[in-house]
């Protein structure tokens, strides 16, 4: 018995996933390629655990010129001051390293971490933002991204 296949369906429906794409904003596109541009398989992802960012409903005007944020992997922690004109941090304990600042167009910054983890950063990003840390003991942390 001969059975008579109709694909054009199938081919219709193959077509509108494809023109689908199209629909998606491209900023959209482009923070979700750079989720996993920059990852380092051996990296611990570092947590956001404090953000002193203004509560909800705050006007902007109202917000402090420092922000600080805090992340942790582990024992590790990558304190972090963001001004209008610098991202001053420290890793706590504090040890030497390098440190990159990474955007989703990619490498934004970088700079070696000092014996007693002090790093600096002028001007700072704006923006999506995430950190990777490579201590001199070959350690490798990234943050999450975070917006600055």
Not at 1 to 23: E, I, K, N, T, W
Not at 28 to 56: H, I, M, N, Y
């Amino acid at each position: 018995m001969l059975v008579d296949h109709d694909d054009d369906p199938l081919l219709a429906a193959l077509g509108a996933a494809l023109r689908s794409r199209q629909a998606v904003p491209d900023r959209f596109v482009e923070l979700g390629k750079a989720a996993f541009t920059f990852r380092d398989t051996v990296a611990s992802l570092a947590a956001l655990t404090q953000d002193s960012t203004a509560p909800a409903g705050t006007r902007a005007a109202e917000r402090a010129a420092l922000r600080s944020l805090t992340f942790v992997a582990g024992d590790t922690a990558i304190e972090v001051e963001v001004t209008p004109t610098a991202l001053v941090g420290q890793v706590v304990p504090p040890r030497a390293g390098h440190i990159e600042v990474l955007t989703p167009t990619g490498p934004f910054a970088e700079t070696d971490v000092d014996d007693v983890g002090w790093f600096s950063i002028q001007p700072p990003p704006t923006g999506p933002t995430r950190l990777h840390l490579r201590t001199a003991d070959g350690t490798a942390i990234s943050t999450e991204w975070t917006t600055l």
